[in-house]
């Protein structure tokens, strides 16, 4: 479905400039009837992201230097493991997952059915990677509101950097209430659609940090807005998949805090995304710097 949309998007887009802004503006403007936060603006924000794309490629510049950054390392955390799993497993995939780039901070996914599970989880994780590795956790909304608080109570011991959607992710009373109740930080914000959504939840104090998803946020032009409002709010902004792309992005955020590392698209790209000292390295090429593995991008497409 999405991929009708960004082609029925295309021919709308027939003989006009590459002008992001003017793009974004005309393509909601016709769609608005199909509802933009659903499938319709996942695949305009795939568009806008093309559209930068072409533009910093067409100037010959990297992507973040068209957006008036420059190239700098990149503080980034891997997430590329250590989720629902047996725990006597998870020891030594973190050691592992340190090691991968150099990183000084992972995630760890919670939301067993037994909290004590969970919370044997995070010590095996923290006690083989020790004090000096920062360990964020999270739930993916597994929890209810009541569930969450007597959960992080307990987390709150165990030195945790953030405690991530632990509830479902458009309930900001509920997620504002957690908020208040716990020491650990909650950090929320994949799920937001638009940068309307963005304020709702920053007005109901629903985060202590915020994680917009490039895709749902609305490419690199909703990116720009959400930068712009979370420095508004003094808050402190990470990224949400797709580092390839997110490492330009938050060299241009004022509030940057962390990009989450996913190696996903190493399979299908010509040259993968390089992380030294648990930075990612924006590559210096024009555009994103994303080349496609097209043999590969034929092996795994799906009919």
């Known amino acids: ?84 799993q047996p725990v006597e497993t998870l020891a030594d995939e973190a050691e592992a997952l340190m090691a991968e780039g150099g990183f000084s901070a992972m995630k760890l996914r919670l939301g067993r059915d037994d909290s004590a599970e969970d919370l044997a989880a995070v010590r ?46 458009d309930d900001y009373a509920g997620c504002a209430r957690i908020v208040a109740e716990l020491r ?44 712009a409002i979370t420095q508004a709010y003094g808050m402190e902004m990470s990224s949400h998949l797709f580092p390839e792309y997110s490492a330009h992005l938050l060299a241009v955020t004022p509030t940057s805090h962390w990009l989450e590392y996913m190696d996903w698209a190493t399979p299908i790209v010509t040259e993968p995304i390089q992380v030294k000292d648990g930075h990612v390295v924006i590559p210096d090429r024009p555009g994103s710097g994303i080349t496609w593995n097209e043999d590969a991008v034929k092996r795994y497409a799906i009919a």
């Open 1 to 84: 479905p999405i991929l009708g949309c960004v082609d029925a998007m295309g021919d709308m887009l027939k003989g006009d400039a590459v002008a992001p802004f003017e793009i974004e503006a005309k393509l909601r403007k016709r769609l608005t009837l199909l509802d933009t936060p659903g499938l319709v603006g996942l695949a305009l924000a795939g568009v806008d992201m093309c559209a930068w794309d072409v533009l910093a490629q067409a100037a010959s510049l990297p992507l973040v230097k068209l957006l008036g950054g420059e190239l700098k390392p990149i503080r980034a955390y891997n997430s590329c493991g250590l989720w629902i």
């Open 124 to 169: 095996a994780v923290k006690k083989r990677v020790g004090d000096k590795i920062t360990v964020m956790c999270d739930f993916n909304q597994r929890l209810t509101v009541n569930e969450a608080i007597l959960r992080g109570r307990m987390l709150d011991e165990e030195g945790l950097y953030w405690i991530e959607e632990p509830v479902r992710h």
């Open 184 to 227: 650990t930080p909650i950090q929320t914000g994949e799920n937001l659609v638009d940068t309307f959504e963005l304020i709702n939840a920053l007005e109901a104090r629903a985060m202590d940090y915020v994680m917009p998803d490039l895709q749902r946020i609305g490419g690199v032009t909703g990116w720009l807005r959400a930068a």
